[in-house]
């Protein structure tokens, strides 16, 4: 009898091992389907190109949207009568579903329209290689206007976007750098943004350089020296003021007597344009004394007999 | 009918814009916010109510939604010259002022207003301070410049106009009856004051004469490690 007890509870104990086995397997099998579908569900769109830059600003209707109202009404109330919504929808359309290397020019045709305005004789002030100091300047003296300073360049400052032919038609992962395709959404806003500007541009016009890059203040490949330069109209601009800034403490790469600038203004007095150079003009060069007060060059009083 | 500036048009879309502006670009650092949530916390701090009964605990939601924190050591308080302060805080990358934290940020140069029995803003007229003091726009200043002073740290700094009239040290003032209270004297570790005057300005104030010595006294006082220079390089 203890035999006959041994085989029943033997065999429920193989009933019992197969039933786990079996519940095992299912488990198992219910946890690799589970992550299997999850796993098509959550890559929104594996057909998404994908690119070496950074992706598509997040919330960036947002940021337009309030960038813009910011702008013309809080900065800029004369512009009141701009339409913050169509300017957004303009910039949508522009690259929302499209392949991100074919963009062309007649894409920004509609925002390009809404979003310009004139820009006061005197005060455009061009950069190369220059940024950070340039809109310091800008913001410390409201006479003089960096195209990040116009509304266009205030809205996609520092922001990047770029479209996909796969829904939702952003791309938020990555966008083309501009050496994997020139036609990119980014370099072309930036190349026509440029160019309208350098035409609205009238009277003295400033364009400040930087006089510690190895490679030369004024670069043919740089927009400065391939866009803007070409598209000032010489019936309209009387004067290039150029303001050549070395870091402080920094190299002393070029000045206005050097190659790269004596370049820039063969090509502008070509185009009838006169040009003063100016070495490390001073009110620029206080702004860069506030990072550097002890170095000799920021001295307030300098030696004077 | 009240005598300062409506409240500013497209106010929704600006103060959402600048939130989500400051998360993804201006300071990424403090993290993920919910800009809906903290457009609505705002509004609810003064809408349907009479323009002349906010109090600034009434944005506390607001704050607490928006609050990040303050490097020690950046601090930058400051009396009548805004702009002076804007171009040397740089943004937040040199010094953070109260406008370049995210809820000085999302407030800066606008004007709002509500009005009683009505969810709407009001557009046409906001109450100036002097008109009533417990107006929207004075009372969030008073929020952001209590908790500015709260969670600073460190060694801070206070910029002073020395051309002002009046005098540097401004009595009553935001920096006085708002900020210095609110200092925590365990989490401070020197008080800097700069007493700066205009270029070509006259010269009204210095470190140890008349309004900044009175505040340099009070600081002392208070039991804080102070210095002052004047016409800061």
Redesign the interface.
């Known amino acids: 009898m203890p035999l006959q007890q041994g085989s029943a509870r033997a065999r429920q104990r193989t009933v019992l091992l197969v039933g786990i086995a079996v519940l095992l397997a299912a488990l198992v099998l219910a946890v690799v389907l589970a992550s299997l579908l999850t796993h098509g569900r959550h890559a929104v769109s594996p057909q998404m190109l994908k690119w070496k830059d950074r992706g598509t600003?997040?919330?960036l209707q947002?940021?337009?949207?309030?960038?813009?109202?910011?702008y013309i009404?809080?900065q800029h109330p004369e512009l009141g009568d701009k339409d913050?919504l169509k300017i957004w929808e303009s910039l949508k359309d522009a690259f929302i579903y499209k392949n991100p290397c074919n963009i062309t020019p007649e894409d920004y045709q509609p925002l390009m329209e809404l979003a310009s305005h004139p820009v006061p004789c005197n005060k455009s002030l061009f950069w190369s290689k220059t940024g950070d100091l340039a809109h310091?300047y800008t913001?410390?003296n409201q006479n003089f206007l960096t195209l990040e300073d116009t509304l266009l360049g205030y809205m996609a400052d520092?922001?990047s976007w770029c479209g996909d032919p796969s829904a939702p038609g952003i791309n938020y992962e990555s966008c083309p750098k501009r050496s994997e395709c020139e036609s990119n959404p980014g370099s072309v806003f930036w190349k026509m943004a440029s160019k309208m500007f350098a035409e609205a541009a009238c009277g003295v016009v400033q364009v400040m350089l930087n006089g510690s890059v190895e490679a030369g203040a004024f670069r043919s490949s740089s927009i400065f020296g391939s866009v803007e330069v070409f598209n000032l109209d010489p019936d309209k601009v009387s004067e290039v003021h150029i303001w050549l800034m070395q870091d402080i403490g920094g190299p002393q790469s070029e000045s206005c007597s050097g190659h790269s600038i004596q370049r820039l203004i063969s090509i502008l007095e070509e185009r009838n344009f006169k040009i003063i150079c100016e070495d490390n003009y001073r009110p620029v060069q206080l702004l860069q004394c506030?990072h550097n007060?002890d170095h000799t060059d920021?001295r307030?009083c300098t030696n004077s007999t | 009918k009240w005598k300062g500036e409506g409240t500013?048009?497209?106010l929704e879309?600006?103060?959402?814009?600048?939130?989500?502006?400051y998360i993804?670009?201006v300071n990424p650092a403090v993290g993920e916010k919910n800009?809906s949530q903290i457009w609505e916390a705002f509004k609810n701090a003064f809408i349907n109510k009479d323009p002349c009964s906010i109090l600034p605990k009434d944005y506390e939601l607001f704050i607490n939604l928006t609050l990040h924190t303050i490097p020690p050591n950046k601090s930058l308080f400051w009396e009548n010259n805004q702009?002076l302060v804007?171009?040397?805080a740089?943004r937040g990358r040199r010094y953070m002022s109260l406008g370049d934290t995210l809820f000085g940020f999302l407030g800066d140069?606008?004007y709002w207003c509500g009005q009683a029995d009505s969810p709407g803003l009001d557009y046409e007229s906001c109450p100036t301070t002097v008109e009533c003091e417990n107006n929207a726009v004075e009372s969030f200043w008073r929020m952001a410049s209590i908790t500015y002073a709260r969670h600073s740290s460190g060694v801070i700094h206070v910029l002073l106009n020395g051309s002002a009239d009046g005098g540097a040290y401004p009595q009553p003032g935001f920096f006085a009856d708002y900020e210095i209270p609110n200092l925590q004297r365990g989490k401070i570790s020197q008080i800097v004051i700069w007493v700066v005057d205009d270029i070509e300005g006259p010269d009204i104030d210095s470190c140890g004469a008349h309004t900044v010595k009175t505040l340099e006294t009070r600081l002392k006082t208070l039991g804080y490690d102070v210095t002052c220079t004047d016409n800061n390089?």
């Open positions: 600003t997040k919330n947002e940021v337009i949207l309030g960038r813009c109202y910011n009404t809080a913050c310091r913001k410390s520092k922001i506030v007060p920021c307030l | 500013t048009q497209n879309s600006i103060v959402i814009g600048r939130c989500y502006d993804r670009i800009c702009l804007n171009r040397f740089d140069f606008l390089k």
